[in-house]
């Protein structure tokens, strides 16, 4: 759009490089405990697998409880689950769990309790606060609160989602356009964002993951020849290209519902709230971006050459890393 936009993806382009391994993997763990008889509670663990790196984390369980496992990890689509039998001594009201290695990731933990009386509690874990003491009845309003947060970080923490939007606001050439790309765009993610959550399709985790970074390596040479004064399909009509790669970037987001095994009753919600986070962390991102252009067009700013050159090059340049990358993660996933 501007030399504002173009200084802002350099900035990006920057935090993305010094994390590019960690470009997609906002994937939740999801830890729930169901009270089956007197100081005894089933035991659901899912920790997020096959993404472009190995999540280390692992509930610690209070040392008042014993947890019996069959010795078995089962290996699902994008996630490791591991059942069992927990017991502990006078229940679990009071007790503390925490999630080993979690304060060295940037994902979020679940845990959700299901009490005989019918109580039912759930907490969202961050890197910040690996730990709970449970016992606490949470309302309706918590839990729709923590989907909420999960949809705004999942969509601002995805520097490769980010990427693509700023990708599609260089291309962009004027207000109505952009409403009308960022527009298509959500309409599309939403679409698959729905159907894969309410399990009617889903798609790898490796092969999803690398068309994504594809998408972001078709923006780069569109945004050159914007540039140069060109014209391309995709520059007279991004909004068809921004609902096309949308419908990609739409179970990218499903990743963050999916492996966590909602229960049936609460999909609906939990869909809802998710994409309504995503929503605003998306808006919020591109109002941001709006409105400091203004700010800098006002103050007659003008930024080096060299800053204005970088964006169309780094996303290309980004993208093509994060194709091949994903690629070889992808092939050697099937070996």
């Excluded at 945004?223 to 995709?234: H, P």
Aim: glycine letters at 10%; hydrophobic letters at 50%.
């Amino acid at each position: 759009m501007t030399r504002l936009v173009r200084a802002l993806l350099a900035v990006l382009v920057l935090i993305a490089s010094a994390r590019v391994a960690h470009a997609h993997e906002v994937r939740p763990g999801f830890l729930e405990l169901r009270e089956t008889g007197p100081d005894t509670y089933s035991f659901l663990w899912k920790k997020p697998s096959g993404g472009e790196i190995e999540i280390y984390i692992a509930p610690i369980i209070p040392k008042e409880c014993r947890l019996a496992t069959s010795g078995q990890q089962q290996l699902t689509p994008g996630a490791l689950v591991v059942r069992g039998t927990l017991r502990c001594e006078g229940g679990i009201q009071g007790k503390t769990v925490a999630i080993d290695g979690l304060e060295s990731t940037i994902t979020d933990v679940i845990i959700r309790v299901h009490h005989a009386d019918g109580r039912l509690e759930s907490h969202l874990l961050k890197p910040v606060n690996p730990s709970v003491t449970l016992g606490a009845q949470t309302t309706g309003w918590q839990r729709s609160r923590a989907y909420l947060r999960l949809g705004i970080e999942h969509i601002l923490l995805g520097i490769d989602h980010l990427l693509f939007v700023l990708g599609l606001l260089l291309i962009v050439g004027d207000r109505w356009m952009l409403v009308k790309t960022i527009t298509s765009f959500t309409i599309a993610h939403s679409i698959t964002l729905a159907i894969a959550t309410l399990g009617y399709a889903s798609a790898p985790i490796a092969p999803l993951n690398a068309s994504i970074a594809l998408s972001i390596l078709f923006l780069g040479p569109e945004i050159v020849r914007r540039w140069r004064g060109q014209t391309s399909f995709t520059i007279r009509h991004p909004w068809v290209v921004a609902f096309a790669f949308g419908l990609l970037h739409g179970f990218g987001f499903a990743s963050g519902l999916t492996t966590m095994g909602l229960p049936q009753a609460e999909i609906p919600l939990a869909l809802l709230l998710f994409n309504v986070g995503v929503e605003i962390g998306q808006i919020f991102f591109v109002v941001m971006i709006v409105l400091l252009e203004r700010a800098f067009r006002t103050l007659e700013i003008r930024w080096p050459r060299l800053v204005e050159a970088m964006p169309g090059y780094a996303v290309g340049s980004l993208g093509a890393y994060w194709t091949i990358q994903r690629t070889l993660l992808m092939l050697g996933g099937l070996r």
